[in-house]
Structures are given as structure tokens and as C-alpha cells.
Nanobody, 121 residues
Framework: QVQLVESGGGLVQPGGSLRLSCAAS????????MRWYRQAPGKQRDLVAG???????NYADSVKGRFTISRDNANNTVALQMNSLKPEDTAVYYC???????????????WGQGTQVTVSS
């Protein structure tokens, strides 16, 4: 069994910062790409940022220059540092990861349960 557990969400004022973390646990042989998505009420779930196992990153245009994704391969974690937060960043944030469970198995995509980020004065 594999689990992704997010933490670090909360309420922050516009212009503030938050750091989200996501830890993968369970039977894991290798983790390929890891990503953060977000979903605001009534909207679709959108990609925020992604990072490969080699550390190559990509970002949605709306967060470039404000958010930074990073990962710790030794501990199977991914983080999202969010600075200069805006009310439009309010959403439930989900991490996901492409995980290989054994040497012989293929890649499966797993999702965390989500963590709420609210940006409001």
C-alpha cells in the first residue's frame, strides 16, 4: 500500500507565505515525477508545479516566480514553497506522484487527500 499525506495548509493574508509538504510512504521502489495540483470551488483541478526525479521543474504561468517546488528523494517528500500569496491562490492543494512499487511493476499515479489553502485578509 502507498500513501501520500500533505501538510502545511492554512489561512494566510495576501502577500504572505506558506510551505506545503507531502510525504509518500509504503511499499516504494522508485518515485518518478511528483506534482502539486490545486482545485478551487467550482473549478477543475489544475497543475501548479511538477518536478522530475532529476530535479527538473515546471510551473503554471500563474505561479511562476512566486512558488518553488522541491523534493527530497531520500525521504520521498515533495514541498511547495508559496510566497506572495494572492486570494486567487485559494484552493485545495493536492500532491501526486508516479510511483513504481517493485522492480517488476509498472508506474502508478497516486494522490494525496488534499490540504486547504485560504488567502484572505
Amino acid at each position: 500500500q502507498v500513501q501520500l499525506v500533505e501538510s502545511g495548509g492554512g489561512l494566510v493574508q495576501p502577500g504572505g507565505s506558506l510551505r506545503l509538504s507531502c510525504a509518500a510512504s509504503g511499499s516504494i521502489f522508485r518515485i518518478n515525477a511528483m506534482r502539486w495540483y490545486r482545485q478551487a470551488p467550482g473549478k477543475q483541478r489544475d497543475l501548479v508545479a511538477g518536478i522530475t526525479s532529476a530535479g527538473t521543474t515546471n510551473y503554471a504561468d500563474s505561479v511562476k516566480g512566486r512558488f518553488t517546488i522541491s523534493r527530497d528523494n531520500a525521504n520521498n517528500t515533495v514541498a511547495l514553497q508559496m510566497n506572495s500569496l494572492k486570494p486567487e491562490d485559494t484552493a485545495v492543494y493536492y500532491c501526486n506522484a508516479d510511483i513504481v512499487r517493485t522492480y517488476y511493476s509498472g508506474t502508478q499515479r497516486y494522490w494525496g487527500q488534499g490540504t486547504q489553502v485560504t488567502v484572505s485578509s
